[in-house]
């Protein structure tokens, strides 16, 4: 892939290395829509029970499953697409700048904001500093392990999508109702939650290794409109 090509993937969501290649996970639907995605392969079993894929075969290694709303690889848009650039914080954002200029349609994904649950030798940290997306995690004692657990609730029926990233956590564990996953955060990560009712909730603990006294995170989440 060009580097260009290879920023922009990485912008809106996806495993890159900002040089020459990017790597496809579960996306969110905007996502498959506009790059005219068909088909997955999931060998991982990253996709759960998901209104927007349907199954169409498996065996002992991978499930394929088709993209329910998947478009030609050529279709028209609105010009104002062509003005379209990432910003490169949010994906969330950046991907809802794109559809909204591609289709004249805005709000196509809720925040959600995550309130803090617990937290283990983490100092003092507020729902609205969390909430800002940035923030940092500073430990109460040196040298020892830490984490801070983080919950989400759903603001309506319907999927969920995170995006998690820092060079200075392990990893987070993610739980839902559908999902339960451990990412590891040192490259930016946009995860596919599954289908929540109204009220349901993801639970995130991120956890800090020994040698670690601060750690600089990003932490975004949305509700799919």
Known sequence: ?????????????????????????????????????????????????????????S??????????????LAFCVNSGLADWTTVGENPFDDQAAM?????????????????????DNISALSDETVASGQFTLNKVNGGSFASVTLTLTAPANGNMYLYTQSA????????????????TMDSPYLMDCGYLNEGETITVELQMPNEKDTADIRFYAVSLD
Do not use: H
Not at 6 to 15: E, H, L, N, T
Not at 99 to 116: E, R
């Open 99 to 119: 559809w909204n200029l591609a289709t004249g349609a805005a709000g196509v994904f809720t925040d959600v904001s995550p309130v803090v649950d617990t937290l």
């Open 168 to 183: 200075d956590c392990d990893v987070a564990l993610v739980s839902s109702p559908t999902v339960s996953k451990d990412i």
């Open 1 to 57: 892939a060009y580097e260009s090509v290879s920023k922009m993937m990485k912008d809106i969501g996806m495993f890159g290395n900002d040089v020459n290649s990017y790597t496809y996970y579960p996306q969110t639907p905007i996502f498959n829509t506009m790059f005219s995605l068909s088909y997955v392969f999931d060998n991982s079993e990253r996709i759960s029970d998901n209104a927007y894929y349907t199954s169409v075969d």
């Open 59 to 72: 065996n002992d290694t991978f499930t394929v499953y088709e993209n329910r709303y998947k478009m030609p």
